[in-house]
Nanobody, 122 residues
């Protein structure tokens, strides 16, 4: 049973930066970051392979966000720059556990954390 804990969220102004961290106690494979705003479905943000050599981003965050990991510390990071009000959401990290669909599909992930809130004011 793998437990994930997200941290690093907060209230910032548009254009500011935040770095989210995900502590994974246990083994890990591909790790994904997702976010969910009130009244909306959970959406893919970024993902990183176990080795860290492959990264993936949604079009809305590409060029602004960077995902990385430190396997020795069991940590995954999401560096968020040039934040926009539309980035406001509860951010989750998760472990990919299935491969029946694409890496962007939340249905392929499990062991979700509790999330960390990111709020960006205009």
């Amino acid at each position: 049973q793998v437990q994930l804990v997200e941290s690093g969220g907060g209230l910032v102004q548009a254009g500011d930066s935040l770095r989210l961290s995900c502590a994974a106690s246990g083994s890990a494979s591909t790790m994904g970051w997702f976010r969910q705003a009130p009244g909306k479905a959970r959406e893919f943000v970024a993902a990183i392979s176990w080795s860290g050599t492959s990264t993936y981003y949604s079009d809305s965050v590409k060029g602004r966000f960077t995902v990385s990991r430190d396997n020795a510390k069991n940590l995954v990071y999401l560096q968020m720059n040039s934040l926009k009000p539309e980035d406001t959401a509860l951010y989750y990290c998760a472990i990919r556990v299935a491969y029946y669909s694409t890496i962007y599909d939340s249905g392929n992930y499990g062991s979700w954390g509790q999330g960390t809130q990111v709020t960006v004011s205009s």
